[in-house]
């Protein structure tokens, strides 16, 4: 047994003691400015990352570093308010600590969210982007020691994204009057912190991405490699611009603002959801 396995192994009993009682059946990753929707889990027990034993501290903006074990809905919910980032500093192992704990907690669906940039015609600021696919410009998560405990050292990717999950999401969205508002794409993950300049718009568009973002990838793909399902939403909070010459500029603070605007439609969707897991 490797030292990180022991570090996973070490924060799942830690959060299994503070949650006394409960087995988490869905994990959450809410994404910038999309933190509100841990007011609706009821029962809350809040655990700050800076508590558990091995785990980073979320620093970006939006982002108020608390997992939230409560119920929504008839299920037992496990959500992170606030997630970790490469270009945080952390590495890999750390940025997919909280998937792999999630995992020993028992949790099989993990639902994840994130604030993105959106490049299909015709996005509008606050829509949603339901994830079918992705597009990895991170460091893989898996490269090093494979975890045999976990999953296979070459877990298949053909469908990150749980086909029956995104069918019930397109129709709930309908059921909820907001399908004018959702869209289905691929989102691409970079490194950031800086956000994207216009050439690499148009190349990150020329390869297929719909959306780009800093995170959800490296999560995702850990959890796919130990056969969790998948679901993901991208918030779109900017525009693609594609001109030198604009006076556009993106700001971070407004990218909350817009994505927390957004919340209470992703909330919605995800309750509706989870209520018909």
Same mark, same amino acid.
Request: proline share 5%; with cysteine; charged share 20%.
């Given at each position: 047994?490797?030292?990180?396995?022991?570090?996973?192994?070490?924060?799942?009993?830690?959060?299994?003691?503070?949650?006394?009682?409960?087995?988490?059946?869905?994990?959450?990753?809410?994404?910038?400015?999309?933190?509100?929707?841990?007011?609706?889990?009821?029962?809350?027990? %809040?655990?700050?990352?800076?508590? *558990?034993?091995?785990?980073? !501290? $979320?620093? +970006?903006? @939006?982002?108020? =570093?608390?997992?939230?074990?409560?119920?929504?809905?008839?299920?037992?919910?496990?959500?992170?308010?606030?997630?970790?980032?490469?270009?945080?500093?952390?590495?890999?192992?750390?940025?997919?600590?909280?998937?792999? %704990?999630?995992?020993?907690?028992? *949790?099989?669906?993990?639902? !994840? $969210?994130? +604030?993105? @940039?959106?490049? =299909?015609?015709?996005?509008?600021?606050?829509?949603?982007?339901?994830?079918?696919?992705?597009?990895?410009?991170?460091?893989?998560?898996?490269?090093?020691?494979?975890?045999?405990?976990?999953?296979?050292?070459?877990?298949?990717?053909?469908?990150?994204?749980?086909?029956?999950?995104?069918?019930?999401?397109?129709?709930?969205?309908?059921?909820?009057?907001?399908?004018?508002?959702?869209?289905?794409?691929?989102?691409?993950?970079?490194?950031?912190?800086?956000?994207?300049?216009?050439?690499?718009?148009?190349?990150?568009?020329?390869?297929?991405?719909?959306?780009?973002?800093?995170?959800?990838?490296?999560?995702?793909?850990?959890?796919?490699?130990?056969?969790?399902?998948?679901?993901?939403?991208?918030?779109?909070?900017?525009?693609?611009?594609?001109?030198?010459?604009?006076?556009?500029?993106?700001?971070?603070?407004?990218?909350?603002?817009?994505?927390?605007?957004?919340?209470?439609?992703?909330?919605?969707?995800?309750?509706?959801?989870?209520?018909?897991?």
């Amino acid at each position: 047994m490797n030292s990180q396995f022991e570090v996973i192994q070490t924060a799942a009993e830690y959060i299994n003691e503070r949650i006394a009682g409960l087995r988490p059946e869905v994990g959450i990753i809410l994404g910038s400015g999309l933190g509100k929707f841990a007011d609706r889990i009821q029962d809350a027990i %809040v655990i700050p990352y800076k508590d *558990i034993p091995g785990f980073p !501290v $979320s620093t +970006a903006v @939006g982002h108020k =570093g608390n997992f939230i074990a409560g119920h929504i809905c008839g299920k037992t919910v496990l959500a992170m308010q606030g997630r970790f980032h490469f270009y945080e500093g952390y590495g890999m192992d750390r940025v997919t600590l909280p998937v792999r %704990v999630m995992k020993l907690l028992g *949790i099989n669906d993990l639902f !994840v $969210s994130n +604030a993105a @940039g959106g490049m =299909g015609e015709d996005f509008k600021m606050g829509d949603i982007m339901i994830l079918k696919d992705h597009i990895n410009m991170l460091p893989n998560p898996l490269i090093g020691p494979n975890y045999d405990e976990l999953g296979p050292r070459f877990p298949d990717m053909t469908r990150p994204y749980d086909l029956d999950l995104i069918r019930k999401a397109k129709e709930i969205a309908l059921e909820l009057g907001i399908s004018e508002t959702i869209h289905t794409g691929v989102y691409l993950a970079c490194s950031g912190p800086t956000y994207e300049t216009p050439a690499e718009y148009r190349f990150y568009r020329t390869i297929g991405a719909d959306a780009v973002g800093m995170s959800t990838v490296p999560e995702v793909i850990v959890a796919r490699h130990m056969g969790m399902r998948t679901f993901g939403v991208s918030v779109i909070t900017d525009l693609a611009h594609y001109d030198t010459d604009s006076e556009y500029v993106t700001d971070g603070y407004d990218i909350v603002r817009i994505a927390d605007a957004a919340a209470d439609r992703m909330t919605a969707l995800f309750e509706k959801m989870i209520e018909r897991l």
